[in-house]
């Protein structure tokens, strides 16, 4: 089971390039995320797709956008990438929003560094 | 909004000793509360969740948390722990409004030999 497959795992950027993470979930899950992942602050939501066609801002959207591709795939892109960006992301995916309490599915992560 | 608390940066024990880590929430209405483990440069596994019913939840490796509504904590335990236990654990809560998942700081349990 492949799960939620995220790519690249690493990547170092220079300040002001711009990448795209990729992010693919095989569960038919409804629900997919952007997460970061920083020292002593948990997990923080970037955006997040509710369902295919939608996307909203979570808690610290700036300087990013996403796109969700289709029902399997949720992208997120760094247009510019500044040193605060340097961080772990993580995708993650749960089946329904409408039905309380779905399990949230996390990829394995990509680390990021911008210099 | 709903929050969690992870009061413990570090958790440090002995194998063979029984473990907790804790986690007390913050939540308007219902709490639908979850507990995930991570190992060095791994993503997140799911331990177990509590949605309703029985207050003691058991999960994957043993793992078991109990879910104290007066005192408004969700404690993670294990009777007896292993070494391979060591790793990084995240208490999260439902944000029921918009579908995600709110996570805590974390909390490093080191289990010794």
């Known amino acids: 089971n492949a799960g939620v497959t995220q790519t690249p795992k690493f990547q170092v950027l220079k300040t002001g390039q711009s990448m795209t993470l990729q992010c693919a979930q095989d569960?038919?899950?409804?629900?997919m995320y952007w997460y970061r992942q920083d020292p002593g602050m948990g997990l923080r939501l970037i955006y997040y797709s509710a369902s295919e066609g939608t996307t909203d801002k979570g808690e610290v959207p700036n300087g990013y956008n996403v796109s969700r591709l289709n029902k399997r795939e949720f992208s997120l892109r760094l247009e510019s990438a500044a040193p605060s960006q340097t961080s772990v992301y993580f995708c993650?995916?749960?089946?329904?929003?409408?039905?309380?309490?779905?399990?949230?599915?996390f990829g394995e992560g990509s680390w990021l560094t911008v210099v | 909004a709903q929050s969690v608390a992870q009061p413990e940066d570090q958790v440090n024990v002995a194998e063979g000793n029984p473990l907790t880590v804790k986690c007390t929430y913050s939540v308007s209405g219902n709490p639908y509360l979850f507990w995930y483990v991570q190992y060095p440069n791994r993503g997140l596994q799911f331990l177990l969740k509590y949605i309703t019913g029985d207050n003691l939840v058991k999960g994957s490796y043993g793992f078991e948390a109990e879910f104290n509504k007066s005192q408004t904590s969700f404690h993670l335990k294990k009777p007896s722990a292993l070494v391979s236990d060591s790793a990084l654990y995240f208490c999260?809560?439902?944000?029921?409004?918009?579908?995600?998942?709110?996570f805590g700081t974390g909390t490093r349990l080191l289990v010794s030999p």
């Open positions: 999260a809560v439902r944000d029921i409004g918009f579908q995600k998942l709110v």
């Open positions: 993650a995916s749960s089946e329904n929003r409408v039905v309380a309490g779905n399990t949230i599915y």
């Open positions: 569960m038919n899950h409804n629900s």
